[in-house]
């Protein structure tokens, strides 16, 4: 039996991913674009035009574009958006897929989760991370049980900045401080910054290898640089009965991880009772640490189903399946990453240590 073809529509070009989402779908074998739409027809039509998606799903009016009733909507606006949209489509029975970072607060995610409860619609949150097979890999050992329960997570990842990139890790070299001025990810009311961009992911990604346990308490500090509103580099230290994790951010590492690792390297450290996991972005295996291997074991990456290799093709198969969207991109562990992002946040603000059942 034949799968039906899923329509999806692009909603928002703010964040770059919004052409990787576009290619995802392209490349896929039952999904098709019905609809995409930007506040900016220009910028909406440059990354079009490179992909060669058609002029006549190309929209104007976001109600002609619902009015196509696809199955699910890719929301790849600034963060501080996010609620509108998944509102927005909630109420018209649409099911929705937030770029990463989930929210602005854990307020705002618990409006989207709300509302999509309310209106019967699925709602997933897309964390790239969480496709990279070696991060699968790595939740796979540790599901097996290779190093034991999990004691502790360290987390470093970022990128040379966001104006250094554009769809399809197409790099952009020449940015000064006036690309700073004119774009939402510097700035705060919009959901810019580092610690937005990248914290969740380590946040989220962690919490999954921990099974959905939460820390005790967080303190993070970050740097701001001169003229600027929002971070470009964060340091979180979370605080779990077993011992303290450790997540770092960065805007401004040496190379893109996609391209060198820069140094630090980019990815995480799994520390367990009976082991350690090396785990980094881009690599074609982990490396494991045990009693009978001290010295370090290379694990090669596993070969992942297509439902495990991006976002986009795990909802089309929670759909078609009616299978429940699992791991870092259901709400409940999206939500759990973000409480500890609120934390971060708060910790920054008040510039003390924060405690989760306390303040969340």
Known sequence: MSQRT??????GFDHMHAGDFIRTVLD???????GVWDS????????????????????????ELAATEPDFAVV????????????????????????????????????????????????????????????????????????????EVHYYDGNRGPLHHLHDKKSVDDVGPRDKQSTWWYRAADGGGSLLDYLGYGATLATWFRDGE???????????????????????????????????TRWGTFTDPWTQQPYPRCGFVVMGTHGT??????????????????????????ALPLSEQNGVAHFIHALDTGAPVAGPISPAISRAGQCIVDAAMISVTKRRTVELGASL
Request: charged fraction near 25%; aromatic fraction near 6%; charge should be negative.
């Open 6 to 11: 899923r329509a999806v529509a692009v909603v």
């Open 28 to 34: 896929h074998p039952t999904a098709e674009i019905c």
């Open 40 to 63: 900016d027809p220009l910028r909406r039509d440059a990354v079009c035009d490179d992909l060669g998606v058609p002029a006549h799903v190309r929209f104007e009016d976001i109600d």
């Open 76 to 151: 790849c606006s600034t963060t501080h958006e996010h609620t509108l949209w998944v509102e927005h489509f909630a109420t018209r029975g649409i099911h929705v897929m937030v770029e990463k970072p989930f929210a602005v607060s854990l307020a705002e995610a618990d409006r989207m989760i709300s509302a999509a409860e309310k209106a019967g619609i699925r709602l997933a949150v897309n964390w790239p991370l969480a496709w990279y097979p070696v991060h699968r890999t790595t939740r796979r050992l540790i599901t097996e049980g290779r190093i034991g329960a999990v004691t």
């Open 214 to 248: 939460l820390p005790i308490e967080v303190t993070t500090r970050t740097h701001v640089a001169d003229g600027d509103e929002v971070d470009e580099q964060s340091v979180t230290i979370a605080a779990y009965p077993a011992g303290l994790s450790t997540f770092q």
């Open 277 to 302: 996991i090396a785990s980094f972005d881009y690599e074609d295996h982990v490396t494991v640490q045990t009693p009978d291997h001290p010295a370090g074991e290379r694990v090669p990456v596993d």
